[in-house]
């Protein structure tokens, strides 16, 4: 079993930036990849990023390429999703997801981009 659990949501204005955490129960460093969804009201759970733990090679859905960077701290059991130049459609729950074995996910975290 994996718990994640993501932290570093809130509220931020247009143009602003925000980190989120996602820390896991046990050591990542041998899990397959983590990475990082968001889901919208009314909408479907979108795929962001994701980061291959041991070696560290990343992928990016096209919609945020450019904006955010995943990155991952194996001593902290820790990967991040930093989050520039956020727009008002980037509101959404962010949900971190491991794979080892069985897919994990966190609980969320509340991203609102709000003037």
């Known amino acids: 079993q994996v718990q994640l659990v993501e932290s570093g949501g809130g509220l931020v204005q247009p143009g602003g930036s925000l980190r989120l955490s996602c820390v896991a129960s046990?050591?990542?460093?041998?899990?397959?990849?983590m990475g990082w969804f968001r889901q919208a009201p009314g909408k479907e759970r979108e795929f962001l990023a994701r980061?291959?733990?041991?070696?560290?090679?990343?992928y990016y859905a096209d919609s945020v390429k450019g904006r955010f960077t995943i990155s991952r701290d194996n001593a902290k059991n820790t990967v991040y999703l930093q989050m520039n130049s956020l727009k008002p459609e980037d509101t959404a729950v962010y949900l971190c997801?491991?794979?080892?074995?069985?897919?994990?996910w966190g609980q969320g975290t509340q991203v609102t981009v709000s003037s």
């Open positions: 980061i291959i733990t041991d070696g560290g090679s990343t």
């Open positions: 997801y491991a794979i080892i074995f069985a897919t994990y």
């Open positions: 046990r050591s990542i460093a041998s899990f397959t990849s």
